[in-house]
């Protein structure tokens, strides 16, 4: 059981807008510790999205953009393309474990 | 341009003992956090340990303290992760990664290719 809970999936068609909800608690989202994101497209290792206070990585596009309210994080895409499939993943700092921890993961499907 | 380059696949049989490295280039290796994150089959990511290697100060996550050892040789720029002995379940895809950003704030923002572990008799 992750400390921060993903939905295992989501689910829209090319051109549509989704989001990914990362919810946490008072000892890491709630803290206001930062949340990043992260995109693992099949059989490729992970990469860096989104990071510290909603900059996006070098080379993504502004399709991609994140928020965050209370003890959630949310990641929007829009305008949803095919290559976008994947598994995203959202990460931030717990106090209580003192160490960082990752969401359990998202599969997006573009229909 | 940053690059870390992992070691290949391994196979091994439960008991045995194992290695596998992390290679990196292209930035100050003692000037950034790098560490482990382990990928089972179908599975989410999970971190294990990450190392600075200016000082060598480890920290792991506590499933995984006393389980692996990470280390690092800056002579070579290269991190290690090592099992003394190998479990079926620790079968899985593992991921160096460099980390960016103050303590609290740390993100990944380079990763390795990832080294496939099968352990099985």
């Known amino acids: 059981q992750s400390v921060l809970t993903q939905p295992p999936s989501v689910s829209g068609a090319p051109g549509q807008r989704v989001t990914i909800s990362c919810t946490g608690s008072s000892s890491n989202i709630g803290a206001r510790y930062d949340v990043h994101w992260y995109q693992q497209l099949p059989g490729a290792a992970p990469k860096l999205l989104i990071y510290g206070n909603s900059n996006r990585a070098s080379g993504v596009p502004d399709r991609f953009s994140d928020s965050k309210s209370g003890t959630s994080a949310s990641l929007a895409i829009t305008g949803l393309q095919a290559e976008d499939e994947g598994d995203y993943y959202c990460q931030s700092y717990d106090s209580s474990l003192s160490g960082s921890v990752f969401g359990g993961g998202t599969k997006l499907t573009v229909l | 341009e940053v690059q870390l380059v992992q070691s290949g696949a391994e196979v091994k049989k439960p008991g045995e003992s194992l290695q596998i490295s992390c290679k990196a280039s292209g930035y100050s290796f003692t000037s950034y956090w790098i560490g482990w994150v382990r990928q089972m089959p179908g599975k989410g990511l999970e971190w294990m340990a990450i190392i600075y290697p200016g000082d060598s100060d480890t920290r792991y996550t506590p499933s995984f303290q006393g389980q692996v050892t ?11 992760l090592q099992w003394t002995i190998l479990k ?12 960016s950003g103050a303590a609290a704030s740390r993100f990944i923002d380079y990763w390795g290719q990832g080294t496939l572990v099968t352990v099985s008799s």
């Not at chain 2, 990470?70 to 290690?80: E, N, R």
Request: glycine residues 0%; aromatic residues 14%.
């Open chain 2, 88 to 99: 079926a379940s620790d079968s899985a895809m593992y991921y160096c990664a460099r980390m």
């Open chain 2, 70 to 80: 990470i280390s690092v040789d800056k002579s070579i720029s290269t991190a290690y």
